[in-house]
C-alpha cells in the first residue's frame, strides 16, 4: 500500500459526460501528479500541482482540468468526455524532496461508452 | 525529446534470474526508476538508482546503469511465479521551474514459468 488513495476505483459514463476523479496524497507530500495509461499510448503525464499550484503540465486535453485543495488532495475533471477516453487515470504524490520519487494510487479505471 | 524503451515481453522459468533491459534519451535524469504493476492493480515502486551510481543492489534485485550508453537493467534473482507482471522503466524529464515529471516506457511484460 503506498499510502495514495484514488476514488472511484472504477467508472462508466457515456461520451459527452463530465467526470470527476479524486486523489488524497500520502501524508506529508506536497506534490500531486496524474498520469493516464491507455493501450495505444503508455502512461503519460498530465498535470502537476504542488501545494495548491500548478506547476507542471504534460499531455493534458483541454476539455480536462485539475486542482489541489489546501487539505492538498486534488481532483481532475475530464468533460466532454469521448470514447477514446477510456484508460485508468493514476495519481501519484511525492515529497518533492530531494529524490522527488513518486508513490503511485490504485489508480480509477473509466470506460465512456 | 524524451523517449525510454524496453522490450515488450519477457519470459523466464522459475528460479532463474530474470533481465528487463531500459535505454532512455534523456542524459539530465537524476534518478532512473523502476515500477512493477501487476493486474488491475496500480504502480508499485521497486527500485531506483541515482545517475551517478553504476549498480544498486537490493534483495533479490539488482538495478545496473551505463550512463554512457544510456542504459538500464533489472535483475531478479531466483524469479518466482509472484514476480509475474509488467515492470516499467522511467526517467525524470525536467518539467521546468523545479518539477520532474516521469517519462516511462512501454513496460516489459515478464512472465515467469512455473
Known amino acids: 500500500d503506498s499510502g495514495v488513495t484514488q476514488t472511484p476505483k472504477h467508472l462508466i459514463t457515456a461520451t459527452g459526460q463530465r467526470v470527476t476523479l479524486r486523489c488524497s496524497p500520502r501524508s506529508g507530500d506536497l506534490s500531486v501528479y496524474w498520469y493516464q495509461q491507455s493501450l495505444d499510448q503508455g502512461l503519460q503525464f498530465l498535470i502537476q500541482y504542488y501545494n495548491g499550484e500548478e506547476r507542471a503540465k504534460g499531455n493534458i486535453l483541454e476539455r480536462f482540468s485539475a486542482q489541489q485543495f489546501p487539505d492538498l488532495h486534488s481532483e481532475l475533471n475530464l468533460s466532454s468526455l469521448e470514447l477514446g477516453d477510456s484508460a485508468l487515470y493514476f495519481c501519484?504524490?511525492?515529497?518533492?524532496?530531494?529524490?522527488?520519487?513518486?508513490?503511485f494510487g490504485p489508480g480509477t479505471r473509466l470506460t465512456v461508452l | 525529446g524524451e523517449d525510454v524503451e524496453q522490450s515488450l515481453f519477457l519470459s523466464v522459468r522459475e528460479g532463474d534470474s530474470s533481465v528487463i533491459n531500459c535505454t532512455y534519451t534523456?542524459?539530465?535524469?537524476?534518478?532512473l526508476y523502476w515500477y512493477k504493476q501487476e493486474p488491475g492493480a496500480g504502480l508499485q515502486l521497486l527500485t531506483y538508482?541515482?545517475?551517478?551510481?553504476d549498480m544498486k543492489q537490493d534483495q533479490r534485485l539488482t538495478v545496473l546503469l551505463n550512463k554512457k550508453d544510456k542504459h538500464l537493467s533489472l535483475r531478479i534473482a531466483d524469479t518466482q511465479t509472484g514476480d509475474s507482471a509488467i515492470y516499467f522503466c522511467?526517467?525524470?524529464?525536467?518539467?521546468?521551474?523545479?518539477?520532474?515529471?516521469?517519462?516511462f516506457g512501454k513496460g516489459t511484460k515478464l512472465s515467469v514459468i512455473p
Open positions: 501519484a504524490s511525492s515529497d518533492s524532496g530531494t529524490t522527488d520519487t513518486q508513490y
Open positions: 534523456d542524459s539530465s535524469s537524476t534518478y
Open positions: 538508482i541515482f545517475s551517478n551510481m
Open positions: 522511467a526517467e525524470t524529464s525536467n518539467s521546468g521551474a523545479g518539477s520532474y515529471q516521469l517519462t
